[in-house]
């Protein structure tokens, strides 16, 4: 049960190169989402999609899109790398549910990202 | 919408002390509150969560928090800290479920690292 895999696990970009993160899940969960991580700011939600078909802006939405291919997959991609971006990616599943259901977000072990 | 404030980026304990790590949150609904811990390099993984029912919850590794509405804080405690606690710890907060039109979104603390002297 391989959970929540991500690749690439390690990408060096030059500032203006575009790329698309891969994120998939085989645990049947509806909602997924993409954060980002840097030193002193914790993770900070650049986009989600509570379930399939729909995709929401989190609180650092810009200079990314995303695409919820199907369930299973969901994908980032960064159209004009900047500088600014270089940090760890993560991304995460739920099976959201009722109170007594709900289970915890699992997470993909990151990729690292340097623009130069 | 919700957010949540970690205080203190930093904490030091001694191996052996009560570890104890401070977590506020704020919730337009009844939320649905997280612990992870991230060692270093590795993705993060689930100490506990509270969703209903009884308001302390135990965890893995000898953790524990309680969840205090009237404080909004969902404090994370273990009675004596062990060198391989040493890691940084998320709380999270969500306004849960999906069904009912909630967002589902999940947000996340600063983090707090603990260290852990011999």
């Known amino acids: 049960n391989a959970g929540v895999t991500q690749t690439p696990k390690f990408q060096v970009l030059k500032t203006g190169q575009s790329m698309t993160l891969q994120c998939a899940q085989d645990?049947?969960?509806?909602?997924m989402y993409w954060y980002r991580q840097d030193p002193g700011m914790g993770l900070r939600l650049i986009y989600y999609?509570?379930?399939?078909?729909?995709?929401d802006k989190g609180e650092v939405p810009n200079g990314y899109n995303v695409s919820r291919l199907n369930k299973r997959e969901f994908s980032l991609r960064l159209e004009s790398a900047a500088p600014s971006q270089t940090s760890v990616y993560f991304c995460?599943?739920?099976?959201?549910?009722?109170?007594?259901?709900?289970?915890?977000?699992?997470f993909g072990q990151g990729t690292r990202l340097t623009v130069v | 919408a919700q957010s949540v404030t970690q205080l203190g980026s930093h904490v030091s304990v001694s191996e052996g002390a009560l570890v104890l790590l401070r977590c506020n949150y704020s919730?337009?609904?009844?939320?649905?509150l997280f612990w992870y811990v991230q060692y270093p390099n590795q993705g993060l993984q689930l100490l506990l969560k509270?969703?209903?029912?009884?308001?302390l919850v135990k965890g893995i590794n000898g953790f524990e928090a309680e969840f205090k509405k009237s404080e909004t804080s969902f404090h994370l405690t273990k009675p004596s800290a062990h060198m391989s606690d040493a890691a940084e710890y998320f709380c999270?907060?969500?306004?849960?479920?999906?069904?009912?039109?909630?967002?589902?979104?999940?947000?996340f603390g600063t983090g707090t690292l603990l260290a852990v002297q011999p």
């Open positions: 995460a599943s739920i099976l959201p549910g009722g109170r007594e259901m709900y289970t915890e977000a699992f």
């Open positions: 645990m049947n969960h509806n909602s």
């Open positions: 999609s509570a379930s399939e078909g729909t995709t």
């Open positions: 919730s337009s609904v009844p939320p649905y």
């Open positions: 509270y969703t209903t029912g009884a308001t």
């Open positions: 999270a907060v969500s306004d849960g479920s999906w069904y009912g039109g909630a967002t589902n979104k999940l947000i």
